[in-house]
């Protein structure tokens, strides 16, 4: 009996800023500047049942029943995380080209309109978290490497991390006592 | 990542508001942010335009020097200049030999049979890029495509103007009910098509794919893009050239008609192949436009320098 495979997806969501929005003028700055204000927090509406429902939404637009029925059924975001914005989403290995490209296709989520982007394939779900802790480290520490202009922003952006770490932690000491 | 299409806000030669100047910014911060650090600067002209072929200085509109130096706090990051000229009729395009020096890449947008096939065959340009959103009104042939490949001319694919902006998801309803208008339904469906052409008769060679982003959300993240492409049929092998070695190789072909004789030659000793191609800061742009070309003196290097003292000895 061959086992049923299926791929783990690992995207972020980014904020670009908005004409006449907050930081429009002031996005530019610096790369840091930059960085801080399209990794921002997501508001609460989004979750993984919303993130499923835009998704299986974009299949049917541009692949139609066949898509939505071979792709779409199959989706199911896992994880989710608010505060960086970051999520994995589980899906059918022979249709994950379809997923990936209908993220790509997507530029709103409700009234806020957003770039997705997919940061790694796997598949195990523990590959893509142990990717997404290597990444966020490397992140804050381009972040932390700037000057400290606007140090309220670098706090609020590294607390969201370090929770994020937190769990990193606990899964490290998971896989010592596995061994 | 070369991005070689971030578009300048105006299509003539008035200056650009502060806040389209602001959002030209944001795009190139974007695009840093998503990790690509060659960009260029795309000037787009319609063919009823006219360009001051008098004054070569104000041929370019493009303020280089202010925008590096906005910049200047972005490692890695190197901006070029490109021009894009629409042409319908063959015989409008006389001057092109005088835009040589002022822009790093010269492009061409064709809306006829007969200026592509021109396009192909007798200017000497970089790059063909054509306006996807809308019906091509020929059929691409692999022939004529296929020629231009091997001459070294890349087809370009702008991305941004099929998933974004009018052609992109609306809220309508105060339900947040995400929806696709008439109008962007048939802007997807027809650059999906134009994508199969466009790869059918290049045979997944010679393409570049570039953003062409007005603003930052119309920004997406190259294997992303190339995921989507190869869901419409580009080479898996091949498909990752369209954002590193085709563009680069677009960016060297027109660098080396400013830096080099007959594209043959460059006089260049003290610094690396990529110092020579690519620090574009240093040159002095009055010398860069003038009619004679810009053409280096052997003095202008030390081995030159050396070559003069020993003569003099």
């Known amino acids: 009996m061959v086992r049923l495979k299926q791929r783990y997806i690992l995207f972020d969501i980014l904020y670009p800023p908005e004409p006449n929005g907050e930081e429009f003028d002031t996005f ?72 990936m490209a209908s993220l790509t296709l997507l530029n709103r989520i409700g009234k806020r309109e957003v770039i997705v982007r997919c940061l790694h394939v796997s598949g195990t779900i523990k590959k893509c978290e142990e990717f997404s802790i290597k990444r966020n480290k490397n992140l804050m520490l381009v972040v932390k490497q700037g000057k400290k202009d606007n140090s309220n922003g670098v706090n609020q952006f590294i607390n969201n991390f370090g929770q994020n770490e937190a769990f990193a932690i606990e899964n490290d000491v998971e896989d010592g006592s596995d061994e | 990542m070369f991005d070689l299409n ?33 960009l260029a600067i795309n000037f787009n002209v319609q063919e009823n335009v006219k360009l001051p072929y008098g004054q070569p200085t104000s041929i370019n509109p493009i303020p280089m020097q202010q925008l590096r130096e906005r910049f200047s706090e972005y490692p890695n990051l190197k901006l070029f200049s490109r021009i894009t000229l629409q042409i319908s009729d063959p015989s409008q395009c006389q001057g092109l030999s005088k835009l040589q020096n002022i822009f790093d890449i010269i492009s061409i947008q064709p809306n006829t049979e007969k200026a592509l096939q021109l396009a192909t065959t007798n200017l000497d340009i970089d790059m063909i890029s054509f306006s996807l959103t809308s019906r ?178």
């Open chain 2, 6 to 38: 971030v578009p300048w806000p105006v299509q003539t030669y008035n200056s650009p508001s502060q806040q389209q100047l602001t959002g030209l910014y944001n795009v190139i911060a974007t695009l840093y942010c998503l990790g690509y650090n060659h």
């Open chain 1, 28 to 99: 530019s700055d610096s790369p840091r500047s930059a960085l801080l204000s399209l990794y921002q927090s997501s508001s609460t509406s989004i979750n993984p049942k919303t993130l499923t429902q835009v998704i299986r939404k974009i299949l049917q637009d541009h692949y139609g029943d066949f898509g939505a029925g071979t792709a779409g059924m199959s989706v199911s975001v896992k994880y989710f995380n608010n505060k960086t914005s970051t999520g994995i989403l589980r899906c059918s290995r022979q249709s994950f080209h379809l997923v």
């Open chain 2, 136 to 313: 091509l009104p020929f059929f691409l042939k692999h022939k004529t495509i296929g020629a231009a490949i091997d001459k070294g001319i890349k087809f370009e694919i702008i991305y941004s103007s099929a998933l974004t902006g009018p052609a992109g998801y609306l809220v309508t309803s105060a339900n947040d009910n995400m929806t696709l208008s008439t109008t962007a339904l048939l802007a997807r469906k027809v650059f999906f098509n134009n994508l199969m052409q466009l790869i059918r008769a290049s045979r997944s060679n010679g393409l570049v794919v570039s953003s062409g982003a007005f603003q930052s959300v119309q920004v997406r993240n190259g294997p992303d893009i190339l995921n989507l492409l190869q869901t419409v049929g580009l080479d898996r092998a091949r498909s990752k050239a369209c954002i590193t070695d085709n563009p680069e190789k677009v960016l060297i072909s027109g660098r080396l008609r400013i830096k080099s004789a007959k594209q043959v030659i460059a006089v260049n000793n003290d610094e690396s192949m990529e110092g020579l191609l690519y620090s574009n800061e240093g040159e002095d742009p009055v010398k860069k436009t003038e009619t004679a070309g810009f053409t280096k003196k052997l003095s202008d290097t030390s081995s030159g320098r050396l070559l003069k003292k020993q003569r003099i000895v």
